[in-house]
């Protein structure tokens, strides 16, 4: 059995990973961009996305920061195509 395609907001969300580089995206950032926790675990469940606990200075003060990477999975992931169909033929372009 296959995993069902990316939708738009998880593709939409890959790519912002992507851009992110190596430092991954704080989870909040995400959040503010219309990202949900469910969605963000739902990448990491399906191995696309990595979630890792940090603590940053912030103001004098150690906080923990959530930041999320993109997986080579999610980076394979984002680069398919989806197939588009022409009388009835399922075609990938």
Same mark, same amino acid.
């Given at each position: 059995?296959?995993?069902? &395609?990316?939708?738009?907001?998880?593709?939409?969300?890959?790519?912002?990973?992507?851009?992110?580089?190596?430092?991954?995206?704080?989870?909040?950032?995400?959040?503010?961009?219309?990202?949900?926790?469910?969605?963000?675990?739902?990448?990491?469940?399906? +191995?696309?996305?990595?979630?890792?606990?940090?603590?940053?200075?912030? +103001?004098?003060?150690?906080?923990?920061?959530?930041?999320? &990477?993109?997986?080579?999975? +999610?980076?394979?992931?984002?680069?398919? &195509?989806?197939?588009? &169909?022409? +009388?009835?033929?399922?075609?990938?372009?």
């Amino acid at each position: 059995m296959t995993e069902p &395609r990316l939708t738009a907001e998880r593709r939409r969300a890959l790519a912002m990973l992507a851009t992110a580089g190596r430092n991954g995206a704080p989870q909040a950032l995400l959040s503010a961009h219309g990202f949900d926790a469910s969605m963000i675990a739902e990448l990491v469940n399906r +191995g696309l996305a990595t979630l890792m606990a940090e603590k940053v200075r912030a +103001g004098g003060k150690l906080i923990a920061v959530a930041k999320v &990477r993109i997986t080579e999975a +999610g980076q394979d992931a984002l680069a398919e &195509r989806a197939p588009i &169909r022409v +009388g009835g033929r399922r075609l990938i372009i």
